[in-house]
């Protein structure tokens, strides 16, 4: 079905920003939900953002609003989160995800493809 890949996590400094890419596989992609989630060690994982499958609503959760960005290019498949001022406390895996509609989408449970996840350290 559809294959997702994370991709542009690293190592950063406070203040700075990265980009995630996240490139997914098939032809019904355009219609999926797609979020961003992020699990740091020793804790759940928990909601960033999400967009809708034409790309014309998002929504963030309050600890990264006004800082990240949630984005995709259908032709391209793939979905960006943009990270600016950037925390130590948003060092995490980050997990892009995704699935046709469903009023869940603020958990993990509204998902049903789901990419390995890439690694965002940000030091103090």
């Known amino acids: 079905q559809v294959q997702v890949v994370e991709s542009g996590g690293g190592l950063v400094q406070a203040g700075g920003s990265l980009r995630l890419s996240c490139a997914a596989s098939?032809?019904?992609?355009?219609?999926?939900?797609a979020g961003w989630f992020r699990q740091a060690p020793g804790k759940e994982r928990e909601f960033v953002a999400v967009?809708?499958?034409?790309?014309?609503?998002?929504y963030y959760a309050n600890s990264v609003k006004g800082r990240f960005t949630i984005s995709r290019d259908n032709a391209k498949n793939t979905v960006y989160l943009q990270m600016n001022s950037l925390k130590p406390e948003d060092t995490a895996v980050y997990y892009c995800?995704?699935?046709?509609?469903?009023?869940?989408?603020?958990?993990?449970?509204?998902?049903?493809?789901w990419g390995q996840g890439t690694q965002v350290t940000v030091s103090s």
């Open positions: 995800a995704a699935g046709p509609y469903r009023s869940n989408m603020y958990r993990e449970t509204g998902y049903d493809y």
């Open positions: 098939g032809r019904t992609f355009s219609s999926y939900l």
């Open positions: 967009i809708s499958g034409n790309g014309a609503t998002t």
